[in-house]
């Protein structure tokens, strides 16, 4: 995915909090890249989630960006901070998990009872950590979330591979915050699980927007070409995806 703006949209990503990382300590100072060629000098943004994104010229280094979120971390946190004061009422742990893509609510009851496992039954996501707390248990509901997410947007692609014609490799499911899919080289489609917390819309468009990269590996006037065939409001979905990350609940983030 990409930001919307008419030059070609960047392609850099850096992955946060993937499947790799769910030992994380709750908040990581974790940022992602945007890349404008119409940026002379870097810029930090803070997102009110204390999501962080720097914004860059497209020929600047990893190493430059690198050392420029270090020289501002202070502030960095201090706005993350600032912002997690301004929103008190967001419970640490949700009492329920709203799952539009698929049209599903469920109700969290955390038991306490320490088997590090999670159930559904009848519309109640049973999580049995040791401790009910976010430390315990947003890492027990993000791998549920990818568990639950796996068959689901498999069959979300099967449905627009017969749509688009176009057939991936291989589809894989994976948590992250920065990105709501990718799709390589060799023909894999990764997907977010994330994508379950968003519209059956918005869901339908992330994977064409994958699927087309099966035939474009890249952001180009054809590559839009071929997704407005499948999509003609792509550019909405765009906006509305790429700013869909400031609202991510936080035990989604980390
Ligand atoms: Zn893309």
Redesign the pocket.
Known sequence: ??NSSNET?P?VQYSLLDDSNSNAPVEPLAWRVRTSKRVRNPKIQVFPHGGVEVVVHPRTRPREIEAFVRENSAWIERTRLEFRELRPDEKALPDRIELPAIGESLAVHYSGKGTGKTREAQGVLFVDSAKPDPAECRPLLRDWLKRKARPILRDAVAVQRDFTGLSPRRVQVRLQTTRWGS?STTGTLSLNAALLLRSPEELRYVVI??LC?LEHMN?SKQYWRLVSRFEPDYRRFEHRLNRAWQTSPQWLIG
């Open positions: 995915m990409s949209p392609i799709c927007h994958e990269h952001h």
